[in-house]
């Protein structure tokens, strides 16, 4: 099946750096790719939607000027988590979807920020 | 605002105990439904969804769904559950053909006492 691939898995900076994941389509291209958070023990909230060479659309009460996301060709989008601060420390998972139109999302391994 | 609720948030079951878990939606329109499974370590994965047609899908691993569109509901079950079920179950929706936005429900815990 179609593989997304993040990195890092884990990542711990100090409160005010920034951060950049890496959310990878492997065997497909994707124009479009999502970023979902998850606290724990709660569901997955999504973030943005990430589209290949233009802005990316973020949800009601997320921040665009610190979760900048870019999705540079069709099979890379980041995020980058900036300023971070210990709030910000969360599970971050991108997903991608499937080429066929059949709405089922391909998901990535999840990226772990821990802020300081 | 869509949302998903699933009504138990930690299952603990014996192998071959029969497994039935709640998922409702709140969107009167055009849903599509799933059910993601997520293994320890591993990623999330689909496990079944609704589009259309027979209300009764059934997915990977004996495991089905039932969707109600009366009850807007779309609950999990398998007959008769293993150890290498012990994961935690997502059922999402997309609404209103929005096309790919999941919205997730928090997620089930189940664990399967060999």
Not at chain 1, 23 to 50: E, V
Not at chain 1, 71 to 81: D, G, I, K, P, Q
């Amino acid at each position: 099946g179609a593989v997304v691939s993040q990195h890092p898995s884990w990542v711990i900076c100090k409160s005010g750096t920034s951060v950049k994941i890496e959310c990878r389509s492997l065997d497909f291209q994707a124009t479009t790719m999502f970023w979902y958070r998850q606290f724990p023990k709660q569901s997955l909230m999504l973030m943005a939607t990430s589209n290949e060479g233009s802005k990316a659309t973020y949800e009601q009460g997320v921040e665009k000027d610190k979760f900048l996301i870019n999705h540079a060709s069709l099979t890379l989008s980041t995020l980058t988590v900036t300023s971070a601060h210990p709030e910000d420390s969360s599970f971050y998972i991108c997903s991608a979807p499937h080429s066929g139109g059949s709405g089922e999302l391909f998901f990535g391994e999840g990226s772990r920020l821990t802020v300081l | 605002a869509q949302s998903v609720s699933q009504h138990n948030h930690h299952v603990i079951l014996s192998e071959a105990a029969s497994l039935e878990l709640g998922c409702n939606y709140s969107y009167g329109g055009t849903v599509n439904l799933f059910w993601y499974v997520q293994y320890p370590g591993q990623h999330l994965q689909l496990l079944l969804k609704y589009f259309s047609g027979d209300p009764l899908v059934k997915g990977i691993k004996g495991f089905e769904a039932e969707f109600i569109k009366s009850k807007f509901s779309f609950n999990l079950r398998k007959p008769s559950v293993q150890w290498s079920d012990t994961a935690e179950y997502f059922c999402a929706v997309i609404a209103g053909g929005a096309t790919n936005k999941l919205i997730f429900g928090t997620g089930t815990l189940l664990a399967v006492q060999p």
